[in-house]
């Protein structure tokens, strides 16, 4: 069994400020050190049901959060924040599965603790094929052209639902129930993680039936964004295959949805700029 992980952090149990998800934020180790956690409790999940290769994708902020040294399993680790694939870096169609850890709910969604949609400062809405959705959404292009099932996700409530049109089957562990952006109860970890070992378990054997399928995105696809500024929207339009379809909305239309994706993770990368960082 070969398992793909993208792991963010919003989606932990625990987290509830940007201050422990930002590099010199006053919390920001006691959020790496949850996001290890659970982590190593997919992993532990995942051995449990037998041996398997893991490769796990760090996908949050500068994207080098966990330490290496800890990671269970002898799991390899892609680290670094400049990755053509960002997200989903490593995915290709050698992998039996991917799990999502950590995800949030999107910024264009219910509340939902520290919803974003891959950048705030820039995205007010992404929608693939007409229908609003989270960075799990977008992602789900990769999956999608690569035929690899979404076998796991953990998040908050939001996180889950967001998902279900695009990955109905998958296993999915609620580890906190959003109040608000910036408020949740949350589970304690211990419990968490306990939860997601055994999710991850009862998840690898789903692939290892057959039983999922990759996920759900016709093709040709149309991923249509909406920004918080006109200028912003004009600037994604130096990318290639990307078209101005309104004063402050772009979209991305093909058959080839992993070209899709790229020129939106371009476009991640070029409209930083607008946005000041």
């Given amino acids: ?46 051995l449990d049901a037998g041996e398997a290769e893991i490769v796990i994708n760090d996908s949050h902020g500068k994207m080098f959060n966990l ?19 960002y997200m989903m870096q490593g995915l290709d169609a050698s992998f039996d599965a991917q799990f999502l850890i950590g995800y949030h709910g999107s910024i264009s969604g219910p509340p939902s603790v520290l919803s974003h949609t891959y950048n705030p400062e ?20 990769v999956g999608a052209h690569y035929g690899v099932p979404i076998a796991f996700v953990s998040g908050d409530q939001v996180t889950a639902a967001e998902l279900e049109g695009i990955a109905p089957d998958v296993v999915s562990v609620q580890t906190k129930t959003s109040v608000s952006r910036f408020a949740a109860e949350n589970l304690h970890p211990t419990v968490s993680r306990r939860l997601i070992r055994a999710a991850a378990a009862d998840a690898v054997a789903s692939v290892a039936a057959g039983s999922l399928a990759a996920p759900r995105i016709a093709a040709p696809a149309t991923v249509d964004i909406d920004f918080q500024t006109a200028d912003m929207a004009e600037i ?42």
């Fill in 236 to 277: 994604a339009t130096w990318v290639a295959g990307v078209e101005r379809s309104g004063q402050r909305s772009v979209a991305i239309v093909g058959s080839d949805l992993l070209a899709i994706y790229r020129s939106f993770v371009a476009v991640t990368y070029i409209t930083r700029q607008v946005g000041g960082r």
């Fill in 67 to 85: 330490d290496p040294e800890a990671i269970h399993g002898e799991a390899s680790y892609i680290s670094g924040g400049h990755k053509p694939m």
């Fill in 122 to 141: 820039v995205f007010s809405g992404v929608r693939v094929n007409g229908q609003y959705v989270g960075e799990s959404g977008i992602n789900a292009l």
């Fill in 1 to 46: 069994m070969k398992i793909f992980i993208s792991v963010d952090l919003e989606g932990i149990a625990g987290t509830v400020d940007w201050s422990q998800g930002r590099i010199g934020g006053a919390a920001y180790e006691q959020g790496c050190r949850l996001m290890l956690g659970e982590v190593n409790a997919a992993i532990d999940g995942i």
